[in-house]
């Protein structure tokens, strides 16, 4: 079993919790229980780094946590203890570690930290991401998972997606044709009212947040962030409640839609009165739609950005799985669903760009339930626990060169980013995985397939693959820091 957990903490606080540990042993009469106590403040009190008084860890961090953590390993090894100000923080790197929190400590490790700004509005208790573990999240998660995202669901809404990708292409061919003839850049106008808020909501979300460090600070509200952020989610769920209501009208009126999409499903289960819908208020189920917006927006589109930009840095890569589509597909036709179990190379850089390039990548943070023993250390009762999915797809005792992009490391490789192999876990594993990864795993494949089968892309901006700037930014989601800009050269593709 491996010991090599380190904290990272500071003088102060360790010369405090020697104090408070001593006088502890004093009270302790009971010879077994002090014997107990004192391995635990030997193992805590021989495992603490020096970090900066009160601060504790909090400035070691720097702008891209996850970056800082992976280098940390190295010297600390693949679990690491941090003080983040008044918060214990563990932090999981490897596929090993990984492995044993999710397979045998899942449960008490299955509570959630939320961040001061997602409380806004109460957002966190009608949200299943962010929810605390108990009766309600166990009812959205059945919702979600009996009702909205079951695979056959998913496949009923096929041609919805279909729709939508077949106007995504339209809209791309319309734009680089008026900016050739108009010598424009081709780049979208600015985003709607919606967008705008979710973009400003999902700003906030990442922003560093003293609250968080300093619970004791959240009344204060030092940085405004929770302020700002009540005003952009009220902006955007005021938009919301009146697409649910304009839904609602319809439906009153006796027309039924030929598809029915995740809204529709959302108003019969509350109609139908179905075990736990009475938890499912019109307010939690607001917040419901919002995150399947974020969830199926932001991290898919950044993904598929991260996608190109690695073929647009590899011609190698991007000419295997061009010819690929054209053998599976053909120049006559687009891109169906129904084709991307034959396309074997366009799954392996899906893979490989959710290896190096997480939306997430340091997941969701968790919290501990309780006092819980983890690899023969005690964790006490609300320890932070970040699970540094960046760190993991990089860890060089489960990937050979783990730096490089590679997409045929996955070729006759049963390993998959559904939550079993502990490896590739960008939507994470166990009971608070992603829900939205069966979503996510028929979106991404297509939207990526119609965009390489329709277009042929080249680089703007006298860029090379050599000279694509790779630089990330963290918000809510792992973005590139420039964002790519290629150029679309029609193909000839007949309709569906």
Known sequence: MENNINWKGNRVEHEFASLVECFLLCGVT?????????????????????????????????????????????????VLWLQLGAINTVVIQSAKVAAELFKNHDLPFSDRKVPCALTALNYNQGSMAMSNYGTYWRTLRKVCS?????????????????????????????????????GGSGEPKEGNEFYDAMNKIMELAGKPNTADFFPFLKWLDPQGIKRNMVRELGRAMDIIAGFVKERVEERQTGIEKEKRDFLDVLLEYRRDGKEGSEKLSERNMNIIILEMFFGGTETT???IE????????????????????DRVVGPDRKVEESDIDE???????????????????????????QDTNFMGYFIPQNTQVFVNAWSIGRDPEAWHKPLSFKPRRFLGSDIDYK????????FGSGRRMCIGMPFAHKVVPFVLASLLHCFDWELGSNLTPETIDMNERVG?????????????????????
């Open 30 to 78: 009971n010879p077994a229980e002090m014997d107990k106590a004192q391995k635990r403040f030997n193992q805590i009190a021989t495992s603490r780094a020096q970090g900066w008084p009160i601060l504790g860890n909090i400035f070691d961090l720097g702008t891209m946590p996850h970056q800082t953590l992976y280098r940390l390993r190295s010297q600390y090894g693949p």
């Open 146 to 182: 009996s009702e909205l995202l079951v695979i056959k669901r998913i496949n009923e809404m096929a041609p919805l997606r279909h729709k939508c990708v077949d106007r995504m292409i339209q809209w791309i061919e319309d734009d680089a044709t008026m900016a050739r003839v108009q």
């Open 301 to 303: 589109s950044s993904t």
């Open 306 to 325: 991260w996608a190109m930009t690695e073929l647009l840095r590899k011609p190698k890569s991007m000419r295997k799985v061009k010819e690929e589509l």
């Open 343 to 369: 396309l074997l190379y366009l799954q392996a850089v899906v893979k490989e760009t959710l290896r190096l390039h997480p939306a997430l990548p340091l997941l969701i943070p968790r919290n501990a339930l």
């Open 419 to 426: 939550g079993q192999n502990f490896e590739l876990i960008p």
């Open 476 to 496: 809510l989601t792992l973005r590139k820091l420039v964002p790519l800009k290629a150029i679309p050269r029609k193909r000839i593709v007949r309709d569906r």
